[in-house]
Each structure stands twice: as structure tokens, then as C-alpha cells.
């Protein structure tokens, strides 16, 4: 596994991912919105598995690439 780097969530993803993986980001931001708690201090993580993108939310949400390029979103403990 290979560190990335990690941002405040509701701001710029970095520029070296796709622009479907940003995409995805912006689709749980949104989603974000809805809740009642404060989620301005929340970060994403992105790290790389396998030189995929791996980006995890301070929540446990995360988005994988898997090898065949497939975009998948998911709730981790």
C-alpha cells in the first residue's frame, strides 16, 4: 500500500485521480449534506492498493477501483 495524501471532505479532490473516481466523492458529499452533524472537520484519505486508488472518508466510506476498472462504494468499520 502506498500513501497519498488526505483532504478536508467538501473541498478539492487531489488532481491525480479520475475523473470517475471524483465523481463518486462528490455523489457521498452530496449525501453528506442530508445528515445533521457537522461533517466540515471530516477528511478523506486516499492511499493506493495495487496502484488503485483507495479513498476513505473519517466515517468509513470508502471507494475502491477494483483491476477491472469497476468504481464501487462501501461502508467500513
Same mark, same amino acid.
Given at each position: 500500500?502506498?500513501?497519498?495524501?488526505?483532504w478536508?471532505?467538501?473541498?478539492?479532490a487531489?488532481?491525480?485521480?479520475?475523473?470517475?473516481?471524483?465523481?463518486?466523492?462528490?455523489? #457521498?458529499?452530496?449525501?453528506?449534506? !442530508?445528515? &445533521?452533524?457537522?461533517?466540515?472537520?471530516?477528511?478523506?484519505?486516499?492511499t493506493?492498493? @495495487?496502484?488503485?486508488? #483507495?479513498v476513505?472518508?473519517?466515517? !468509513?466510506? &470508502?471507494?475502491?477501483?477494483?483491476?477491472?476498472?469497476?468504481?464501487?462504494?462501501?461502508? @467500513?468499520?
Amino acid at each position: 500500500m502506498q500513501l497519498g495524501t488526505r483532504w478536508r471532505a467538501h473541498s478539492p479532490a487531489p488532481s491525480s485521480l479520475s475523473q470517475d473516481v471524483v465523481s463518486h466523492i462528490l455523489e #457521498v458529499e452530496k449525501d453528506l449534506q !442530508g445528515l &445533521t452533524q457537522d461533517t466540515t472537520t471530516w477528511f478523506w484519505t486516499l492511499t493506493y492498493l @495495487e496502484n488503485r486508488p #483507495v479513498v476513505q472518508l473519517d466515517d !468509513g466510506t &470508502t471507494i475502491r477501483v477494483s483491476p477491472d476498472g469497476e468504481i464501487t462504494i462501501s461502508q @467500513e468499520g
